[in-house]
């Protein structure tokens, strides 16, 4: 549809307004935590350019690698703070562990680092190109971009161990709440960051439960809190002891477009995991969730590209490494 004069100046503005929100909200924590605007202006350029063309290149023939390249962040962030140990390969790494076996998207960050060494060796870290492709990816599907500081440094340690951090589809939402709040991230950065479902998929293996193994608590047998309108939808698409790799949409109707209807879906019981769902149920998150669901206009409402930008700025400082601390990885995978 061709857009009116008014509606690209509203355009205009609201990026403006998105803009000068995140600097003037996030530059004092930024600085102090080691990451800033410009590091590589004299070292490196092109570096968010390069990482740009890199992530569109690969999304042009597989536009999956944009979720994934956003979780891939998230997992990063969460065990070690921000600091590529989640690509180091080798047996009991971070990778190896359970929660981050289907993680995709290592080849898009080895492509990035391999031209990055081409222009300019020894210089951009890998805990950089992954911070910038989940900004680029939630570009790509449609989503707000926003300014991502840099200067983190690649870590030297990755255990399997260690991703007892991140938090599991069955957690409660009081450890969903802890578990952020001890990465310094609060209960509206967890509603907002977790909004990322708006893009992507999960493997039946991570819900089919809610749909069959409820029989003590509902006829149906399915989970009392799934629209029960939606319940067969789900069934048709993980059948009972079927493929529980079978992948299917987190945000049903707009997997491909980052956007607010993912909490829309909640509000109507159609949160596919169960933690997502909790988001709803529980009291504790409701009140957030409902004012990025459109329902709450005004000053009341948030706007979900500007805050889940705001709470990317923060997730992606969470423990960062800088000055002498850490290296610059030659290759992603393995440290030095
Ligand atoms: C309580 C917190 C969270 C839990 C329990 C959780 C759990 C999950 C699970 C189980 C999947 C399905 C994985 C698969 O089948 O491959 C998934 C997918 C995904 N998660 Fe989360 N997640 C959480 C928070 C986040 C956050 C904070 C982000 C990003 C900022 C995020 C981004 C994504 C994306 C984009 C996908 C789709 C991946 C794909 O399509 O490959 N998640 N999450």
């Not at 039946?204 to 193994?213: A, H, K, T, V």
Request: charged residues 20%; glycine residues 8%; contains cysteine.
């Amino acid at each position: 549809m061709k857009k009116t004069w008014s509606s690209n100046l509203l355009d205009l503005f609201l990026s403006i307004t998105l803009i000068l929100t995140l600097l003037s909200s996030t530059l004092p924590s930024v600085h102090a935590q080691g990451t800033s605007f410009g590091f590589y202006a004299r070292t490196c350029p092109n570096v968010e350019s390069i990482v740009r063309t890199t992530v569109q290149s690969h999304f042009q023939s597989d536009p999956t690698v944009a979720p994934a390249l956003l979780r891939m962040h998230f997992h990063d962030c969460f065990v070690q703070g921000c600091d590529a140990s989640i690509l180091i390969n080798g047996p009991n790494t971070e990778k190896s562990a359970f929660p981050n076996r289907l993680l995709r998207g290592f080849d898009v960050i080895d492509d990035a680092k391999k031209k990055l060494e081409a222009a300019c060796a020894g210089v951009v870290s890998c805990a950089d190109i992954i911070a910038l492709a989940a900004r680029d990816s939630v570009a790509l599907t449609n989503g707000a971009g926003w300014p991502v500081p840099l200067g983190r440094r690649d870590g030297t340690v990755s255990l399997a161990s260690d991703t007892n951090n991140l938090p599991a589809f069955t957690d409660s939402i009081q450890v969903q709440v802890q578990k952020f709040a001890d990465k310094g991230l609060n209960t509206q950065d967890l509603v907002t960051l977790v909004g990322g479902h708006t893009i992507g998929t999960a493997a039946c293996q991570f819900f089919s439960y809610r749909l069959y193994n409820f029989s003590n608590t509902t006829t149906t047998g399915a989970d009392p809190t799934i629209d029960p309108a939606f319940v067969p939808q789900l069934r048709a698409l993980c059948p009972q002891n079927g493929d529980g790799s079978r992948r299917v949409a987190l945000d049903t109707g707009s997997q491909d477009t980052f956007d607010d209807s993912y909490y829309r879906n909640l509000q109507n019981g159609r949160g596919v995991l169960e933690s997502d769902q909790k988001l709803w149920t529980d009291p504790a998150t409701r009140d957030i969730a409902r004012r990025y669901s459109g329902t709450i206009g005004g000053l009341l409402g948030l706007r979900f590209d500007v805050e889940f930008a705001r709470s990317m700025v923060k997730m992606s400082n969470v423990g960062v490494k800088s000055g002498s601390q850490g290296q610059i990885r030659a290759v992603c995978t393995a440290v030095n």
